[in-house]
């Protein structure tokens, strides 16, 4: 048997707007490779996994696997985080025929079809409507129920799909489009987009922002005064450690999703291990202090490469593809099974509720108290304070 190392390249954004978050999971895999080393490796060799920066740049993406598949001669190919990462690689994955299982994209393979593509995301078998479908489930539950929605979005790739998927709640539950404008990523004062929507004040305040502009936004609509009975959404930002130190008791009343959090219901098999090994070293790496949005998600999507290389006992991408269509995998972020177009056969969003907050130390995220699963029933850990203005303001002594 070779005693080389099976090599897994990828891409993963280190620098530029996403960083943190490809930081985040570069550290996950980086403690996936020691594990699945420590047992032994992959088929009695050890792993080592290639990761090249992308820069947060789509146009570098295709090159790095051409590089990976031609120069490097990987054995493996593993997606990155975001759209950005993963659908600019596709093309050639798909004309090489190569298995990929991906992190985080949402609806990449809806354009390709791509029959050995997988992904670690949970908004399957519907991603534009699974990601914001409890915030308006929520919304339409309440009393009174809201009426009237505005969407302020960052004009950019990511802002299509949540933003469909937004209006065709609203078209369902009865609410009003009043108000919707996108801004540039480039834009640093926000104000002036969140003032314009003083004039129709909006039931629901939809928001879409990558991580900058979630500070900017919520800092935005706290200096001007805004008081929607819902906000949030899709926001791409109050996941993320620094950014909740940035922001602290101006996150209380959002909204948003997320798809793992140390609640009671989520504690899997083997994610507090993982989770403090990744705490213990990810401030060192520039990486998110927390980690629970992508390192929990990272994590698992190398221990469905792992464990079909291991059953299959192949490097051979058709035949990992057809074991990873056909059976379920435990994982750190639960049981998951691969469905049509290659994302979760069932969708398992949550939606968050930051309440309580008191300063902007790290220590208040650390556990469940500040940040409440209000959706889905079944995983839920606190109640939902309505409206924002109340939530806002309600700080336990």
Request: aromatic letters at 8%.
């Amino acid at each position: 048997m070779s005693q080389q190392p099976i090599r897994i390249g990828y891409c993963l954004s280190l620098s530029g707007a996403l960083a943190s978050n490809g930081k985040t999971a570069r550290v996950a895999h980086q403690i996936w490779q020691q594990d699945v080393n420590r047992k032994g490796g992959l088929l009695g060799r050890q792993v080592e996994m290639i990761c090249i920066d992308d820069q947060t740049n789509p146009k570098l993406v295709p090159e790095i696997y051409k590089r990976l598949l031609d120069d490097e001669k990987v054995d493996l190919v593993v997606g990155g985080y975001g759209d950005n990462s993963v659908a600019p690689a596709m093309p050639l994955i798909v004309e090489r025929n190569r298995y990929l299982v991906a992190l985080m994209a949402l609806a990449v393979n809806a354009s390709f079809g791509y029959a050995n593509y997988f992904v670690m995301i949970p908004t399957e078998p519907q991603p534009s409507e699974a990601l914001t479908e409890g915030f308006f489930s929520l919304a339409a539950s309440q009393t009174p129920k809201p009426e009237s929605m505005a969407i302020l979005a960052a004009d950019a790739a990511f802002s299509k799909s949540p933003v469909l998927g937004a209006k065709a709640h609203a078209n369902k539950h009865g609410f009003r489009l009043v108000a919707e404008d996108r801004y540039p990523l480039t834009a640093t004062d926000l104000v002036p987009f969140v003032r314009s929507l003083k004039p129709v004040n909006p039931d629901i305040l939809f928001l879409c922002s990558y991580l900058n502009d979630s500070v900017g936004l919520l800092r935005a609509i706290n200096e001007v005064g805004l008081e929607p009975r819902i906000v949030g959404g899709a926001m791409i930002g109050p996941q993320n450690g620094s950014i909740k130190a940035q922001l602290g008791p101006l996150m209380n009343g959002l909204v948003n999703y997320e798809y793992w959090l140390p609640v009671p219901k989520m504690m899997f098999s083997g994610i507090a291990e993982m989770m403090a090994k990744y705490q213990s070293v990810a401030q060192n790496e520039g990486a998110d202090p927390l980690g629970y949005y992508v390192a929990p998600q990272a994590y698992a999507q190398m221990q469905v490469v792992e464990r079909a290389v291991a059953e299959t006992g192949s490097l051979d991408d058709a035949k990992l593809a057809q074991f990873t269509r056909d059976v379920s995998f435990k994982t750190v972020v639960g049981d998951v099974k691969f469905g049509k177009g290659g994302g979760w056969s069932e969708a398992r969003v949550l939606q968050v509720q930051y309440q309580n907050i008191k300063g902007a130390d790290l220590s208040e995220f650390k556990g469940a108290d500040t940040q409440a699963v209000v959706w889905p029933p079944s995983l839920a850990s606190g109640a939902l304070i309505y409206p924002y203005a109340k939530a806002k303001r309600s700080v336990k002594a």
